[in-house]
């Protein structure tokens, strides 16, 4: 056998006619038999994502799925999207809902018939039967031809349980009406939660035909429109984006479609419109709200040279911005990508409930032949042992099982797009649970990674807003992140800066010019030597407490003397002692990961709250810190947001990256925080873990009703109508349970 090289190729098959998660393993094991085929099918979003090597043709993955008896849909290119608008928006839940309410109508009276022998008249059974076979061959008609499917392809699904046990139902009753006794004039029947041992062919079974065949189709009608919800998070995501753009080309405004924009293209964002891609402001300035995509309610004020991320809306000024980024490179089409993912992978729980799926209905219709050996083996009649059988198929159905995870995990990853919070997969879940230290980088994370003014000492006879107007006006001429921050921060103090003349930048040392005809000097005591000016004892104490705080001094000075040292800083950003809280509240160690200096990470440790600082590390030693606690049996998570970091997230056992981060730390990490908010972290661990916990709940009361319903189902304690019932309840809870996750609100108000 030769060996060549493949490309992988990923693809996402809409899958039709599932029922069950038996469906869903059937499938899946069908194309992962395929040479070169790796394939996931996920009940609830009805998605087969299959990853295949180039010698494996598209076509071949949907004949396989037809082939096991389902249909199979390659995904729409734009244009046959775009004709099938109306289509997509009918509700796929109409003509259950048809199906399910004329049920309904024709099912009531043949129940009140049955179990009230007051308005059993004469003939009654016939009016049942008239009623109730509408329902069994019509309204259960969707069950009876999947079973026939299933047969063909020598399979077995819930649907399988579901025809027969309806139709052995139906066929008892019309046995009994024209060859038994169940036919004869002034026949009367008492309604029993039980099972009568004993009956003969007197009894019918009609009421419980019609009745398990509304139940269930009750229960996937409101499990079809619940699915419809779960989904709703990520369709409200998709549609967030412009459908068109106006754009400058040649020196004139022309709107065109959004697939139109290419990277590079120059186009107009007015007020209250969308922006239409990820670009760089060019022209004009404004304020940002980012929403509707980040949850952060505040708007962003940007300006020219700021980035902003497609689908924001512009909420003041007219913007001309230059696209960097279209189409699939977008940041919301990554978080969709990033969304779909997430809730078309297993987690580890739903692969054990798939196995056990796959088997479990062959096993319940053993059970069944057997409850019905069982019977009339022990004497008690033909009728008691068929009904028990019955019960036994109907309680058993595995639909609950099926839904258990992929539904909860559609609501979880929903809501966490929603709040900002990305998860990559459900095996992320697992991780959250076990994590018991978060170690933090410094700089963009606890911090906000800009240089900011945080103190002016003055020498004495110098007035602080003459210092920072003067100082401001100079450090304004240059572009060194350190001047700005002096800039900025005296601008927001005195306000608008005198001019600057004759502006010298000293490499290394400082600045140098006249600002209102003083000369005036900023930068290091070095540079102000030169000119014969020293620190006083109280400035140069001011300084080296500065310093010691991590802190860095500027020293300026004019008219022949220093006046002041201004201190700048990296903040810590104002949310962040708030986040350090909540992250304790959860059982988790903060520690403090920087490659600063030991002075400057122990104050930045002491505002926020973190008692364990890692210090003056290089890049290519964070992976070393992370493995050393590991080691030493700690379940790490690492938030980040550089390049620096990427390599430190992938070695966490839980990687939570900033969104407002580089796109190799988002790559790298398990869960994105698409805000730059640092409480965003404590909130995905609670949502990861409280969607773990829903799954967990959804599984175990799935199992338990299972076990404690078939014993009950073969002793006789359930007829077949109050199984469907309840058979059809379990998956209504099941999917109920998960939609509480569309309630899970942030620990603070920020994302409300």
């Known amino acids: ?74 995904p729409r290119t734009a244009s046959s999207a775009e004709s099938d608008d109306d289509t997509a928006e009918a509700d796929p839940t109409r003509p259950l809902r048809q199906r399910l309410i004329i049920s309904t109508l024709l099912t009531i009276p043949v ?229 779909t993912d997430a809730q078309t992978g297993k987690a580890a729980v739903q692969r054990l409930a798939d196995r056990v799926s796959a088997i479990f209905v062959p096993v319940v219709i053993a059970l069944s032949i057997g409850t019905l050996g069982f019977w009339l083996g022990t004497g008690d009649g033909a009728s008691a042992a068929f009904t028990a059988a019955v019960a036994v198929l109907i309680i058993a159905c595995p639909c609950a099982l099926g839904l258990a995870t992929p539904v909860a995990l559609m609501v979880g990853t929903g809501r966490g797009a929603q709040l900002g919070i990305l998860i990559k997969g459900p095996e992320v879940l697992e991780s959250t649970r076990k994590v018991d230290t978060v170690v933090l980088d410094k700089t963009g994370t606890v911090t906000t990674g800009k240089m900011s003014l945080v103190d002016a000492v003055t020498a004495a006879g110098t007035d602080r807003n003459e210092l920072l107007r003067l100082v401001g006006a100079l450090e304004h001429a240059s572009e060194h992140p350190i001047a700005q921050a002096i800039a900025d921060g005296a601008r927001d103090e005195v306000g608008d800066l005198p001019a600057v003349e004759s502006f010298t930048n000293r490499e290394g040392l400082g600045v140098e010019g006249v600002v209102e005809g003083q000369a005036v000097i900023a930068g290091r005591p070095a540079l102000l030597a030169d000119w014969g000016l020293h620190l006083d004892d109280d400035l140069a104490a001011a300084k080296a407490a500065a310093e010691a705080k991590g802190h860095t001094a500027v020293v300026a000075g004019w008219d022949g003397a220093v006046r002041g040292v201004l201190v700048v800083s990296d903040t810590v950003k104002d949310t962040s002692p708030e986040a350090i809280a909540q992250l304790r509240k959860l059982g988790l160690t903060p520690v403090l990961l920087t490659g600063d200096n030991e002075a400057a990470a122990k104050t930045v440790a002491a505002q926020v709250g973190i008692d364990e600082v890692i210090a003056e590390v290089l890049p290519s030693e964070k992976v070393d810190v992370i493995q050393r606690l590991q080691s030493d049996g700690k379940v790490v998570a690492m938030v980040g947001d550089g390049v620096n970091d990427a390599a430190a997230l992938a070695q966490a056992d839980l990687g939570l990256s900033m969104g407002t981060g580089t796109d190799a730390a988002i ?56 199984a469907g019932a309840a058979m059809a309840l379990s998956s209504v809870f099941v999917i109920t349970n998960s939609l509480r996750l569309r309630r899970f609100a942030p620990l603070s108000s920020h994302a409300d």
């Open 111 to 339: 129940v009140a018939l049955s179990m009230i022998p007051a308005l059993q008249f004469d003939n009654w059974q016939w009016l049942s039967l008239t009623l109730a076979a509408p329902v069994v061959v019509w309204g259960a008609l969707p069950f009876h031809r999947a079973a026939w499917v299933n047969l063909r392809h020598g399979t077995a699904t819930m649907d399988t349980l579901i025809s027969i046990g309806t139709l052995a139902a139906f066929l008892w009753s019309l046995y009994s009406l024209f060859i038994g006794d169940a036919g004869m004039v002034g026949m009367k029947m008492a309604f029993e939660l039980t099972i009568e041992r004993g009956s003969g062919q007197d009894e019918i079974y009609l009421e419980a035909a019609a009745a398990v065949t509304t139940f269930i189709l009750a229960g996937r009608y409101f499990e079809a429109k619940a699915k419809r919800r779960t989904g709703a998070a990520l369709r409200s995501l998709l549609d967030l984006g412009a459908k068109d753009v106006v754009v400058l080309r040649d020196g004139r405004e022309e709107r065109v479609g959004i697939d139109q924009l290419v990277v590079g293209d120059r186009f107009v964002a007015r007020p209250g419109e969308k922006i239409a891609t990820d670009g760089v402001v060019e022209e004009g300035t404004s304020a940002v709200d980012a929403s509707l995509l980040t949850g952060e309610s505040v708007p962003i004020e940007v300006g020219p040279g700021d980035p902003v991320t497609g689908a924001t809306v512009n909420a003041g000024g007219r913007l001309i911005i230059r696209a960097t980024r279209v189409g699939a490179d977008t940041q919301l089409a990554q978080i969709a990508r990033l969304v």
């Open 667 to 722: 790559e790298a990490s398990d869960l994105t925080l698409v805000r730059g908010d640092l409480r965003a972290a404590p909130d995905a661990i609670r949502l990861a873990r409280k969607t773990l916990g829903t799954i967990k709940s959804n599984l175990f009361w799935a199992f338990a009703y299972n076990v404690a319903a078939i014993p009950l189902a073969a002793a006789g304690f359930l007829n077949p109508m109050i």
């Open 1 to 74: 056998m030769s060996t060549t090289d493949t490309t992988a190729n990923r693809v996402e098959l809409s899958i039709g006619g599932m029922t069950c998660a038996s469906c869903a393993m059937r499938i899946e094991k069908r194309l992962n038999k395929v040479d070169g085929v790796t394939a996931t099918v996920n009940y609830a979003t009805e998605k087969a994502t299959v990853t295949f090597d180039d010698s494996v043709e598209s076509d071949r993955l949907v004949s396989e799925v037809e082939a096991a008896g389902y249909t199979a849909q390659l």
